[in-house]
Every structure is written in C-alpha cells, then in structure tokens.
C-alpha cells in the first residue's frame, strides 16, 4: 500500500487509486474510498495559488499556455511540491523562462 503523508493527501491518494485499480484489491479499494470521504474539500481541491491574473502580472503574454501552466502549478500543489504563491511563481518561471 502507498504511505501517505498529510502535506500532499490528494495527490497521495490518486496515486493510490491509481495502484489500487491496477491490483484489482477491492479492500484496498474501498479503504482509500473511505478516506476520500473524510477528507475536507479543501484538502482535496484546494483553492489555486496563482490565476492567470498572476501570470500577466508576471509577464507572460495570456493565451491558451496559461491552462499548461496553471494545471502543472495545481498537480504539484496537489502533490504537495509548491505551497505557497512564491512557490508557484518560482515553478512557473523555471518552466517556462520568459
């Protein structure tokens, strides 16, 4: 079974459903179901730490990029990779240098 930490729960258990699914375990399956539900939502769907509002005022020209770039912010804020807005700033302008 995956190990999971409380930093990252949603990113930990989609990962878990994802192996969960490959075994065909139906009590791991249902474990990891219960937890989904006692999670909070905001732990689950967390509001975003940037917007594309945040891009232009970085710089960054809008266009259909912004959706690449807030969703890779959203997985590794989900993940439990970046924090915090700075964070997710950093992550972008390592990604995609102006």
């Known amino acids: 079974m995956v190990e999971c930490s409380s930093a990252a729960p949603a990113g930990c258990f989609v990962s878990a459903l994802a192996q969960i ?4 375990n139906l009590e791991n399956y249902e474990l990891v179901q219960r937890k989904l539900e006692e ?17 232009i ?8 990029r912004f959706a690449e770039m807030l969703a890779a ?26």
Request: overall charge negative.
């Open 21 to 24: 699914t490959a075994a065909a």
């Open 39 to 55: 999670l909070p939502d905001e732990q689950l769907k967390p509001p975003p730490l940037i917007t594309g509002a945040d891009l």
């Open 57 to 64: 005022a970085e710089g960054y020209d809008p266009g259909p």
């Open 73 to 98: 912010v959203e997985d590794a804020q989900l993940e439990g990779r970046v924090r915090s807005r700075e964070e997710a700033l950093k992550m972008v302008r390592e990604m995609w240098p102006r």
